[in-house]
């Protein structure tokens, strides 16, 4: 099969509440050239009008085609083509010229498109009778004929009855156009047309042009592939590596399209895309990341992804600071007053208390933690004065997953005498205060998430 291993992971298997994870899909696919050879003539048009920036940026494509094809025959280094595949060149502009006949040699082909020069008029004809010429002798089981030009015909006639002639002994005709008027190449391609013709614009597209034929040629694993990714609406995408073939849009939040024009041409290849996804749901558990994955290409090939699963972990553990036991006493039905001792209360500081919850993120499993809270308070230029420090250890949890720790009621008593700081001694002014949280793991020998801290 010319596409397979089709493969999507997570690159955490657990992720907290609000987390974000990464997705890679990827598959294998490789061209069927190794065991469907063919003998391939490249014909180039090297008229007057190809002088100078467009010759040489369609023999740079050529070349890239005939290393295409190279390795696509089962050639690692592209230094040759194996298994029965061949390619020749011809050359034209007022008459053609067989400039190289069929052959696995890479580098005499290097030469033979290296040395074409432009100049004369544009004879279709002329070119497509010699390649038909080339190739009339050949037993492959696949011949073919690529045609690139940059304009309609000036001298030799009309080819069409030669392209009629190529086609009906069993020759496919792929055209490259430079060029945005594609009625002649329609004419004598063969079809459809969105397969054996490809047009560039200006010499910036030929690259691309010529790509495009050379997979079809080489039978690439995949043409034209397309992968629709649906999250499961509890994620939305939130950003997207370049793939390694082609492109990938975000459609909406949940939704990405994964497109390219051929998988598996130079070789065999693997496609991959990354993703980031982010927790958007309000509750935990394990979650299937996608909630549909579909692959088509023009082959009709079908893929079978993976569905993978997140233990996702919203809920949180908490441990309170001591405050002191309350005194509980009852008032009597028709009883309209009571009288009773409360404990008593130990004066632990003068003023007013502030207490400050935190949360301690992605705590791990067996490992304690220590945290520090420090309390500042700001004057009026915004100069700090300490105003106290509280450490609490958090015990090793026992939990199979990283989880958050919330500690509440934090607290610390201030003191009023603010003259210190240039303010009257008066509970009604308004104070300002910044809180710092620390935290550590105390044991150091383990590999894990890394702890992160939220202050409410």
């Given at each position: 099969m010319s596409i397979s291993n089709p493969n999507k992971t997570v690159r955490s298997p657990i992720m907290s509440c609000t987390g974000t994870n990464t997705v890679t899909l990827s598959f294998d696919a490789a061209p069927e050239l190794s065991t469907n050879p063919a003998d391939i003539v490249l014909i180039m048009d090297r008229s007057g009008s190809m002088g100078g920036a467009p010759l040489a940026a369609a023999k740079s494509a050529a070349k890239q085609l005939v290393d295409t094809v190279a390795k696509a025959s089962g050639s690692a280094d592209g230094s040759a083509m194996l298994n029965g595949s061949r390619l020749g060149i011809v050359s034209f502009a007022d008459t053609a010229t067989a400039d190289l006949g069929l052959t696995g040699d890479v580098?005499?082909?290097?030469?033979a498109?290296?040395?074409?020069?432009?100049?004369?008029?544009?004879?279709?004809?002329?070119?497509?009778?010699?390649?038909?010429?080339?190739?009339?002798?050949?037993?492959?089981?696949?011949?073919?004929?690529?045609?690139?030009?940059?304009g309609v015909t000036t001298t030799g006639g009309d080819p069409v009855p030669v392209t009629q002639s190529i086609k009906a002994s069993g020759m496919e005709i792929y055209c490259i156009g430079l060029t945005t008027t594609p009625a002649p190449l329609i004419l004598w391609a063969s079809a459809p047309a969105s397969t054996y013709v490809a047009l560039a614009a200006d010499t910036t597209q030929l690259d691309e042009?010529?790509?495009?034929?050379?997979?079809?040629?080489?039978?690439?694993?995949?043409l034209d592939m397309k992968i629709e990714e649906v999250l499961n609406p509890d994620f939305k995408i939130v950003g997207i590596d370049p793939p390694s073939h082609g492109t990938a849009v975000l459609i909406d939040p949940q939704k990405l399209e994964w497109t390219a024009p051929a998988v598996g041409a130079a070789g065999a290849?693997?496609?991959?895309?990354?993703?980031?996804?982010?927790?958007?749901?309000t509750d935990g558990g394990v979650k299937a990341v996608n909630d549909s994955i579909t692959y088509s290409d023009r082959q009709g090939n079908s893929l079978t992804f993976p569905d993978p699963q997140v233990e996702v972990i919203c809920t949180s553990i908490e441990i309170i600071e001591p405050c002191p036991e309350p005194e509980n006493f009852t008032i009597l039905g028709c009883q309209d007053t009571v009288i009773?001792?409360?404990?008593?209360?130990?004066?632990?500081?003068?003023?007013?208390?502030?207490?400050?919850?935190?949360?301690?993120k992605n705590v791990c499993p067996n490992k304690r933690v220590a945290v520090a809270v420090v309390l500042?308070?700001?004057?009026?230029?915004?100069?700090?004065?300490?105003?106290?420090?509280?450490?609490?250890?958090?015990?090793?949890q026992g939990g199979t997953s990283c989880q958050d720790i919330q500690l509440k009621c934090i607290t610390f008593v201030l003191p009023e005498a603010l003259d210190e700081i240039g303010r009257p001694d008066s509970i009604c002014n308004p104070r300002r205060f910044s809180v710092r949280v620390f935290a550590n793991y105390i044991d150091t020998d383990f590999v894990c998430c890394d702890a992160q801290t939220t202050v409410f």
């Amino acid at each position: 099969m010319s596409i397979s291993n089709p493969n999507k992971t997570v690159r955490s298997p657990i992720m907290s509440c609000t987390g974000t994870n990464t997705v890679t899909l990827s598959f294998d696919a490789a061209p069927e050239l190794s065991t469907n050879p063919a003998d391939i003539v490249l014909i180039m048009d090297r008229s007057g009008s190809m002088g100078g920036a467009p010759l040489a940026a369609a023999k740079s494509a050529a070349k890239q085609l005939v290393d295409t094809v190279a390795k696509a025959s089962g050639s690692a280094d592209g230094s040759a083509m194996l298994n029965g595949s061949r390619l020749g060149i011809v050359s034209f502009a007022d008459t053609a010229t067989a400039d190289l006949g069929l052959t696995g040699d890479v580098a005499a082909l290097g030469t033979a498109i290296d040395a074409l020069t432009a100049g004369g008029s544009t004879n279709h004809k002329a070119a497509f009778e010699s390649g038909e010429a080339m190739l009339l002798p050949s037993a492959s089981p696949r011949r073919i004929v690529i045609m690139f030009t940059d304009g309609v015909t000036t001298t030799g006639g009309d080819p069409v009855p030669v392209t009629q002639s190529i086609k009906a002994s069993g020759m496919e005709i792929y055209c490259i156009g430079l060029t945005t008027t594609p009625a002649p190449l329609i004419l004598w391609a063969s079809a459809p047309a969105s397969t054996y013709v490809a047009l560039a614009a200006d010499t910036t597209q030929l690259d691309e042009a010529f790509s495009k034929v050379a997979g079809e040629v080489v039978l690439a694993g995949a043409l034209d592939m397309k992968i629709e990714e649906v999250l499961n609406p509890d994620f939305k995408i939130v950003g997207i590596d370049p793939p390694s073939h082609g492109t990938a849009v975000l459609i909406d939040p949940q939704k990405l399209e994964w497109t390219a024009p051929a998988v598996g041409a130079a070789g065999a290849e693997t496609a991959t895309l990354s993703f980031e996804i982010l927790h958007i749901g309000t509750d935990g558990g394990v979650k299937a990341v996608n909630d549909s994955i579909t692959y088509s290409d023009r082959q009709g090939n079908s893929l079978t992804f993976p569905d993978p699963q997140v233990e996702v972990i919203c809920t949180s553990i908490e441990i309170i600071e001591p405050c002191p036991e309350p005194e509980n006493f009852t008032i009597l039905g028709c009883q309209d007053t009571v009288i009773t001792a409360s404990q008593d209360a130990l004066l632990s500081g003068l003023g007013r208390i502030v207490q400050i919850d935190t949360l301690v993120k992605n705590v791990c499993p067996n490992k304690r933690v220590a945290v520090a809270v420090v309390l500042s308070e700001l004057d009026a230029q915004s100069v700090e004065h300490p105003r106290g420090l509280k450490t609490v250890l958090i015990p090793a949890q026992g939990g199979t997953s990283c989880q958050d720790i919330q500690l509440k009621c934090i607290t610390f008593v201030l003191p009023e005498a603010l003259d210190e700081i240039g303010r009257p001694d008066s509970i009604c002014n308004p104070r300002r205060f910044s809180v710092r949280v620390f935290a550590n793991y105390i044991d150091t020998d383990f590999v894990c998430c890394d702890a992160q801290t939220t202050v409410f």
